[in-house]
């Protein structure tokens, strides 16, 4: 019989009591009900019309907000935009936030692993309007940036960040990289390092090591990474808003301008669901992956 250090048993769900564990699950259910509420109140209202004139919805059952949207060419493409800039945030997130991870797992300095790891907890301890402001001075015209760059002299005047993808994608990327970066740290670390050592011993260069050893060990963890990356960036608001001011829009973006500009709220559940099945459909993609990386390297 399996026994704690202090002598106790493990806890066994089936010693629960009945009471205990809905009292224990109620939370959960709750948040999953609030959820599904929300979600299936956008879905049944992208079948509902406007009524002519007016910001009522009818209760008559319909596909035209559907047909609106593959049929009018600037909806496709906000959602092929969203869904374009979000693989090259997850790309450049990814790039950059594995040698972070692999630092902090590999380091063998306690003071500098702890001072990374605060350097990477530090944006998601923040608001989102403290990091948007933060990029709006650094980013400027006069910002740090720009006079970095131009007295450097890697250019000879300053250049234009703000309100184009330039500003958007480098705010996005800062977000979601301490995301990758811990998703990648737990993968990193239980690749034992005696193989990297033994590949070493064997004559293998530490490029060669890395590319047939820690990488494929660690790529069902950047598969997780990438699918946590990818889902922050397609469901932006703040940042494209603020950032793009107004010429960079994604589709949270054009969700809420439908709402509280042209008041079509059939229109905006359209576009919230299809947005919805996409990144839906991205998960499951990535979930299938990470499983298939698994099965390849475990074998």
Request: net charge positive; with cysteine.
């Amino acid at each position: 019989m399996k026994k704690t250090l202090g002598g106790r048993q493990p806890a066994d769900f089936k010693t629960i009591p009945t009471r205990s564990l809905v009292l224990i699950l109620l939370p959960t259910l709750a948040i999953i009900a609030l959820f599904l509420a929300s979600y299936g109140s956008f879905i049944v209202l992208s079948f509902r019309e406007m009524k002519p004139g007016t910001a009522t919805v009818t209760g008559n059952w319909s596909l035209a907000s559907y047909r609106r949207f593959f049929q009018d060419t600037v909806y496709p493409y906000f959602l092929f935009q969203t869904l374009y800039r979000s693989v090259q945030i997850t790309v450049i997130g990814l790039l950059l936030a594995y040698p972070l991870a692999y630092c902090v797992a590999r380091t063998a300095s306690k003071v500098l692993r702890q001072l990374m790891m605060s350097a990477m907890i530090i944006p998601l301890l923040v608001g989102g309007i403290t990091i948007v402001y933060s990029w709006l001075v650094l980013l400027g015209n006069a910002g740090l940036v720009n006079l970095g760059l131009t007295s450097l002299g890697i250019l000879k005047k300053p250049a234009r960040f703000l309100f184009n993808w330039k500003g958007v994608i480098i705010c996005l990327v800062y977000y979601v990289v301490p995301f990758a970066a811990f998703s990648l740290i737990g993968p990193i670390r239980n690749v034992p390092r005696t193989l990297e050592e033994a590949a070493v011993n064997m004559g293998a260069s530490r490029l060669t090591v890395f590319l047939r050893v820690v990488f494929p060990l660690t790529l069902p963890g950047i598969v997780e990474a990438a699918s946590l990356t990818y889902s922050l960036s397609l469901s932006a608001f703040l940042f494209p808003m603020m950032l793009g001011g107004g010429k960079v829009k994604m589709m949270s973006n054009v969700i809420y301008e439908t709402i509280y500009v042209t008041f079509d709220f059939p229109f905006a559940g359209t576009m919230a669901t299809i947005l919805l099945v996409v990144a839906i459909a991205v998960v499951v993609l990535m979930s299938l992956l990470q499983r298939t990386a698994r099965k390849v390297y475990n074998e």
